[in-house]
């Protein structure tokens, strides 16, 4: 899986920060790439990437301020030009009102999709994904209008067979090995065995915590404590402008340092960055943070792999 950023910037476009789009590859794991808020010409972003629009199947934004949908209609409109036959829908989730939005841009712009939307809006804490591979949970934040943070948890994997020991019962490799490892017993010339113990240990998967848009409150530590991978908004990187995220109601990186204290995320990548910080201000910031999570400062068509 890897993260590609497309927008890391707060409010307004600038020269090097497009405003708020990233897009997660889960093509290995899930066979499909998920894209989360989609800011004003996040498509032409995409063009400067390796992203197929039509491998995007799930769009999550997190609220409805304009920095983070205005991208959607142009997004969806080009999709249908692109879009294969064989190709399905798509699922948008998101607060109440997503739907109008969408709907009423289409309708004024006279734009007619070659494909159907299917909308998921939120109004408090769920899991609004739960397959056999993942689960993504919503969760309230605390911005100026209603706004949500997303967690995504893949679900353990069942360990590796062990080919060895199978073949000394005289079970060479084959789709018989498929059977093997999906079921907790098979039977094999009159005998009855347990499927586990022939597998090592399962693998635990990762979690990653997405937080958009929001001011500092206590609930977040609970949110990312346990994430592997978190993608947090620190629109403001100087600790002086610590009373402006209050007032604004973003983050500080004072506020970051609070987050990481108690998490054990292996990577750490912050967004939403005010443009009014260069990159010596960028270096003092990573350079100053004492953690054992990996932190990065994002920049538009930066990828990460996990």
């Known amino acids: 899986m890897e993260v590609q950023f497309l927008g890391t910037g707060a409010g307004l476009p600038a020269k090097f920060r497009n405003t708020q789009s990233f897009v997660f590859d889960f093509m290995q794991e899930l066979k499909e790439c998920w894209m989360f808020d989609c800011g004003e010409a996040t498509q032409h972003q995409i063009l400067k990437t390796n992203i197929k629009p039509t491998k995007i199947k799930r769009i999550f934004i997190s609220h409805l301020h304009a920095d983070h949908v205005l ?30 939005f969408i709907e009423q841009n289409l309708k004024f712009t006279f734009c007619s999709l070659t494909y159907s939307i299917k909308y998921i ?16 949970y919503a969760y309230p934040l605390m911005h100026n209008i209603e706004c949500f943070g997303y967690k995504i948890v893949f679900k353990k994997q069942k360990g590796s067979l062990n080919a060895e020991k199978l073949m000394e019962l005289g079970i060479k490799p084959g789709p018989f090995y498929k059977k093997i490892k999906e079921e907790d017993q098979f039977e094999y010339n009159g005998n009855i065995y347990n499927s586990s113990d022939f597998l090592s240990e399962d693998k635990p998967g990762k979690e990653i915590a997405v937080i958009p848009d929001t001011k500092y409150f ?35 990186i004072t506020d970051i340092h609070k987050m990481l204290s108690n998490s054990k995320a292996q ?23 004492h953690s054992s999570s990996e932190v990065y400062i994002a920049h538009d068509f930066d990828k990460y792999k996990f």
């Not at 809006?121 to 993504?136: F, R």
């Not at 977040?220 to 604004?248: F, G, M, P, Q």
């Not at 005010?274 to 270096?283: F, I, L, M, N, P």
């Open 267 to 289: 990577k750490v990548f912050l967004t939403h960055i005010s443009a009014r910080y260069d990159k010596s201000t960028e270096d003092e910031v990573i350079e100053n943070i």
């Open 71 to 100: 991208g959607l209609i142009g997004f969806l409109s080009s999709r249908s030009f692109l879009l294969d036959k064989k190709e399905s829908e798509v699922i948008i989730y998101g607060p109440k009102g997503i739907k109008e």
């Open 121 to 136: 809006e939120i109004s408090e804490e769920a899991c609004i994904i739960d397959s056999k591979t993942v689960e993504v």
């Open 218 to 252: 206590s609930e977040l530590d609970d949110i990312v404590k346990n994430s592997d991978i978190i993608i947090t908004e620190c629109t403001y990187l100087s600790a002086t402008d610590e009373s402006h995220a209050r007032k604004n109601y973003h983050l500080c």
